[in-house]
C-alpha cells in the first residue's frame, strides 16, 4: 500500500521559488500562479485604484484586455499600469465603419502557413460587407474578403469559439407593396460560415421558408446546432453538420473560382461568396420547445431554460431535462420580483451544471441533482444564496399630522435606487470568483461597489468601491479580469469607460 501523500500548504515565497528552478509542469504552475494572484487580490494592502476614464459618442467594448472605442477606430491595451493606444485607424466613411467585431486568439496546438495567423486577431465586419482580418497589436490589415452585393450583413458570433464563426444577413421583410401584389420572399437572411486559423469560407445558408417554414425571427447557430425562433414563440434546433452534408451544392475556397459565380473569384469584390447551401426540403428537427424569451441549453445530463409562453408563467423559469422535456423536481424557479429590470437566469459560465438566478434582492446559485439511467426526474436544489441588505420598507398606511390615514397604492419596488441591489454579475473563471455590482443610494445617491464571492462557497472575500456614480436608468456593463476592473455605462448620448487597476495601499 503507497503511504499517503502529505498535502502541504506553500507559501508565495516558495511558489515563485519552484518556479524559477523549473521544478512543477505548466499545467500546476498556472494553477499556482493563479492562486497567488487570487490571494493577492484578497489581501487586505491590496485595493484597486480607478487608472482611466474614457468617453466615446459610440459604443465602447472590452475583451481580453483591449478597449475599442469609436467603432473599433482606437484601441487601448489594459496590460499595463495604465491603459495605452495601440492603434488608432484613419477616419472611415460611413460605408466603411465597422459595425461588428470578434477576437481571435490563435491556437497553439496547430502550425500554420502564416506567421501573422499565429497572432492575435480582429476579425472585422464593415458596413460594406467586407470581413477584415486585423491585426490585435498594430492594427495592420491582414485579409479582407468581400461578403455579398446581394445579402447586408451586420452581425459576427461564434459557433464553436476559436475555431467556427458565423456573418449573420438582416432580415429580409416583405413590403407592404410585395403583400399587396401576393408576391411571397422564399430567403428570410443568410448566415457565412467561416474557419478560422487559417480563415475559410465554410459556406453560405440559405434560411428560407422551403426549408424552415413561414414565421422565422431570428436564427442562432452555437456548438453545432442552429436554433431558430419563430413568431409562435417555438424554438427549432437543427444539425448544422447534417445541413451541410445534405444541402451543399458546391465546395468554395477564398481566392479560387466557382461555378456558381460564372467562374469568378470566391470572397473578390464585386461578386463575394455565393450562397451554396440551400435548403430545399424539411430537415429533421433535433428538439422543439415553446418559450416566451427562447431557450438555453447546459448542465449535466443536458437540461435546458425556458419559460412558456402564456400569460400565467410570466416571470417564471422552468428547468427540464432535455432528453424528455421531464420538468426537474422543483424546477420552476420564481423570485416574484416588483421591479423595473427582470430577473436574470443562465447556467453557469464555468460550465459546472450548476444555474444562477439574478434578482435585484436575491442571488440563487443552483445545482441540478440527477442520477444517469434513473426513472426519477432530475432535481434543482440550492447550492447557496446571497441577499442584500436593507432597512425596514415604509409603511404602506401612513396617518397625517390632521389624523387622516393615508394608504400607499403601491408596494416599493425590488430594484429601488435608494436601497442595496444588485445589479449586475461576473464570474473570473481564472480566479474562480463571482463580482458582483451592487448599488446602494441611502446614504449617498448612485453609489456602487463591487462584492468578490468565492465561487464555490459565495462567501464573501471582499468589496470594492466606484468612484463614479451608477446611474440605473443606463445601461451599465462590469468586466473582472484578473488585475483589472472594467466598468462601462451609458451616459444620455455618450459612453464612458473607467478602469481600475490592483495597486498595495501604503498606510
Not at 3 to 30: C, I, W, Y
Not at 77 to 84: A, G, R, Y
Not at 453 to 464: E, Y
Request: include cysteine; charged fraction near 20%.
Amino acid at each position: 500500500m503507497a503511504p499517503l501523500r502529505r498535502k502541504s500548504a506553500f507559501n508565495a515565497v516558495e511558489l515563485l521559488n519552484q518556479r524559477s528552478r523549473g521544478m512543477r509542469d505548466a499545467g500546476t504552475l498556472h494553477r499556482l500562479c493563479l492562486k497567488i494572484l487570487r490571494n493577492i487580490i484578497l489581501h487586505e494592502n491590496r485595493s484597486f485604484i480607478k487608472v482611466w476614464s474614457k468617453t466615446s459618442k459610440s459604443a465602447i467594448m472590452y475583451e481580453s484586455g483591449r478597449v475599442y472605442c469609436e467603432n473599433y477606430q482606437n484601441c487601448y491595451s489594459c496590460v499595463h499600469d495604465q491603459p495605452q493606444s495601440l492603434y488608432k485607424f484613419p477616419k472611415r466613411s460611413k460605408q466603411q465603419k465597422i459595425e461588428d467585431a470578434l477576437l481571435c486568439q490563435s491556437p497553439l496546438d496547430k502550425t500554420l502557413s502564416s506567421p501573422s495567423e499565429h497572432k492575435p486577431c480582429l476579425l472585422a465586419l464593415t458596413a460594406d460587407n467586407w470581413l477584415c482580418r486585423i491585426s490585435a497589436e498594430t492594427g495592420k490589415e491582414l485579409q479582407r474578403v468581400y461578403l455579398s452585393p446581394k445579402y447586408k450583413f451586420r452581425y459576427l458570433a461564434w459557433n464553436v469559439l476559436q475555431e467556427t464563426f458565423y456573418v449573420k444577413s438582416v432580415q429580409n421583410k416583405e413590403t407592404p407593396l410585395a403583400r399587396q401584389a401576393g408576391i411571397s420572399q422564399n430567403a428570410v437572411m443568410h448566415l457565412a460560415i467561416f474557419h478560422v486559423f487559417p480563415l475559410q469560407i465554410v459556406g453560405i445558408l440559405e434560411i428560407n421558408k422551403k426549408g424552415f417554414g413561414s414565421g422565422v425571427t431570428d436564427v442562432v447557430l452555437s456548438q453545432g446546432v442552429l436554433a431558430v425562433s419563430y413568431s409562435n414563440k417555438s424554438v427549432k434546433l437543427y444539425s448544422l453538420e447534417h445541413i451541410v452534408q445534405r444541402y451543399l451544392t458546391e465546395e468554395l475556397t477564398l481566392g479560387q473560382q466557382s461555378s456558381l459565380l460564372g467562374h469568378k473569384t470566391v470572397g473578390d469584390a464585386p461578386f463575394g461568396i455565393p450562397a451554396n447551401i440551400q435548403v430545399t426540403d424539411l430537415p429533421p428537427v433535433l428538439f422543439e420547445a415553446f418559450s416566451h424569451n427562447g431557450i438555453q441549453i447546459g448542465g449535466y445530463p443536458w437540461h435546458y431554460i425556458y419559460t412558456p409562453p402564456h400569460k400565467k408563467h410570466r416571470g417564471t423559469h422552468h428547468i427540464a431535462s432535455l432528453k424528455d422535456s421531464t420538468l426537474a423536481t422543483n424546477g420552476v424557479q420564481n423570485m416574484n420580483c416588483c421591479s423595473l429590470e427582470t430577473d436574470v437566469i443562465f447556467f453557469h459560465p464555468a460550465d459546472s451544471g450548476r444555474v444562477i438566478h439574478v434578482g435585484p434582492t436575491t442571488i440563487n446559485v443552483l445545482k441540478i441533482i440527477s442520477e444517469l439511467n434513473s426513472p426519477l426526474p432530475s432535481e434543482v436544489a440550492e447550492d447557496f444564496s446571497l441577499s442584500t441588505h436593507r432597512s425596514n420598507p415604509s409603511p404602506r398606511v401612513t396617518v397625517t399630522s390632521s389624523g387622516r390615514a393615508v394608504r400607499s397604492r403601491f408596494h416599493q419596488l425590488d430594484d429601488d435606487p435608494m436601497q442595496e441591489t444588485f445589479r449586475l454579475l461576473e464570474y473570473e473563471d481564472e480566479l474562480d470568483l463571482l463580482a458582483i455590482g451592487v448599488t446602494n443610494g441611502e446614504d449617498e445617491e448612485g453609489r456602487a461597489l463591487i462584492q468578490l464571492h468565492d465561487n464555490q462557497t459565495g462567501r464573501l472575500q471582499r468589496k470594492i468601491d466606484l468612484v463614479e456614480p451608477w446611474d440605473e436608468t443606463y445601461p451599465q456593463e462590469l468586466f473582472f479580469d484578473k488585475d483589472t476592473i472594467v466598468h462601462i455605462e451609458q451616459k444620455s448620448s455618450n459612453f464612458c469607460c473607467h478602469v481600475y487597476k490592483l495597486r498595495t495601499i501604503r498606510k
